[in-house]
């Protein structure tokens, strides 16, 4: 079983920073991508920022140039940092994590529970 723990959202003001930390834990082999989503209320649920392995790193337009994604392979994290902040990044933002897990190295997509992040003055 895979789990993974985000933490780091809350309240912060227009032009702000945060960061998003996730961990994956459990019997994970290899994670191929690990990325960041976000849900605002009424919207679906949409790509921010997403690592491959070997490097690659996509963006939503509309943060490139304000959030970095990284990850450490060998901690199995992934981070987002989020600058200049601003109210329409208000949402939900989730943790995935695709990879190979368990004895057979089945391939396999998990979510994190979600943390929330409010971009207000």
């Known amino acids: 079983q895979v789990q993974l723990v985000e933490s780091g959202g809350g309240l912060v003001q227009p032009g702000g920073s945060l960061k998003l930390s996730c961990a994956v834990s459990?019997?994970?082999?290899?994670?191929?991508?690990m990325g960041w989503y976000r849900q605002a209320p009424g919207k679906q649920r949409e790509m921010v920022a997403v690592?491959?392995?070997?490097?690659?790193?996509h963006y939503l337009d509309s943060v490139k140039g304000r959030f970095t994604i990284s990850r450490i392979d060998a901690k199995n994290t992934s981070d987002l940092q989020m600058n200049s902040l601003k109210p329409e990044d208000t949402a939900v933002y989730y943790c995935?994590?695709?990879?190979?897990?368990?004895?057979?190295?089945?391939?396999?997509?998990?979510w994190g529970q979600g943390t929330q992040v409010t971009v207000s003055s």
């Open positions: 995935n994590a695709e990879g190979a897990y368990g004895d057979e190295a089945v391939l396999g997509s998990w």
């Open positions: 459990g019997t994970i082999l290899s994670i191929y991508t």
């Open positions: 690592s491959m392995v070997g490097g690659n790193t």
